[in-house]
């Protein structure tokens, strides 16, 4: 389906996607509505048009250009293969009907499921040896299992009570990690309207100091942080669609994940965290359009 580089993270399972092992789920059992992320109207369930006999993308090398955004942005965390590969043992919604419909009931839920092991990965690594990484790896181990249960155990599966249960310790191990970077940033008068939850599309943060700041479930829709530190900075949630990152640092950004930098405008300049791609079309000029 794409090119998209795995993600292996140490000792902890691909978390990314690996689209020549999946019977393109992404694009037959999700539903999207024209907009400007995509050019008509799919009903969940329906194969793409552009999805051909081999699952993949006809027109993946001009997704954008089609108008088809949502596509080059969608990360399924490594879902996509999960329930390809080991759910369902490999047996592809084309050729077993019966099996078609759990499928695709299943693979939102997964992927839910593997986006929690991504916080919690991070949030593993963020505990390091200062703290005690006992509970996290416990709430890991318990989703990662999870993630494998059968199909019937994953159809009735509460997926908001395990993010329920994980979100303390993912806030705990954030504001651990960012306490002692507060001290050392600079630009008090930007950060004191800064904070979690706020609406901040559109705003003017070129060069501005965010190292240890928690921004978790912020609007940046369309924001300009080109040049902004962000190491330390909690993103958790954060909305950056059409967000400058142009020459931005988000080397150590917590919780940042592969959507959110697809979803920005970045360029050759701006610092990605070890083990994310950087966009295609980052390289096509559209960093710097409004």
């Not at 999700?30 to 907009?35: D, G, H, Q």
């Not at 592809?92 to 916080?119: K, N, Q």
Request: charged share 25%; net charge neutral.
């Amino acid at each position: 389906m794409t090119e998209r580089t795995r993600v292996e993270l140490g000792r902890r399972e691909d978390l990314g996607a690996d689209c020549a092992r999946c019977f393109g789920l992404c694009c037959v059992a999700l539903a999207f509505t024209r907009s400007a992320d995509f050019p008509f109207d799919k009903p969940a369930g329906d194969p793409c048009e552009n999805l051909d006999e081999r699952d993949a993308c006809r027109v993946h090398a001009e997704l954008r250009p089609r108008g088809f955004t949502g596509c080059t942005v969608f990360d399924c965390f490594g879902a996509g293969q999960k329930v390809s590969q080991q759910t369902f043992a490999g047996r592809s919604w084309r050729d077993d009907p019966g099996t078609r419909d759990a499928m695709f009931a299943i693979f939102p839920i997964v992927r839910r499921l593997h986006e929690l092991l991504w916080y919690l990965e991070q949030a593993i690594s963020l505990v390091g040896d200062t703290g005690d990484p006992a509970p996290l790896m416990s709430r890991f181990d318990r989703v990662s299992a999870l993630s494998r249960e059968q199909p019937d155990r994953l159809a009735g599966l509460d997926v908001d009570a395990e993010y329920d249960a994980a979100r303390p310790l993912l806030l705990q191990a954030s504001e651990d990690a960012r306490r002692g970077i507060l001290g050392e940033t600079r630009d008090r008068g930007v950060r004191r309207r800064l904070g979690p939850g706020r609406d901040l599309a559109g705003a003017a943060l070129t060069g501005a100091d965010l190292r240890g700041l928690s921004l978790r479930g912020s609007l940046l829709i369309g924001a300009d942080l080109s040049g902004a530190r962000l190491s330390y900075c909690d993103l958790l949630g954060v909305d950056l669609r059409n967000a400058n990152l142009a020459g931005a640092d988000l080397a150590g950004a917590i919780y940042l994940t592969q959507m959110q930098v697809s979803s920005a405008r970045g360029d050759q300049l701006t610092v990605l965290p070890r083990g994310f791609v950087r966009p295609a079309h980052w390289s096509a000029g559209e960093q710097n359009r409004p």
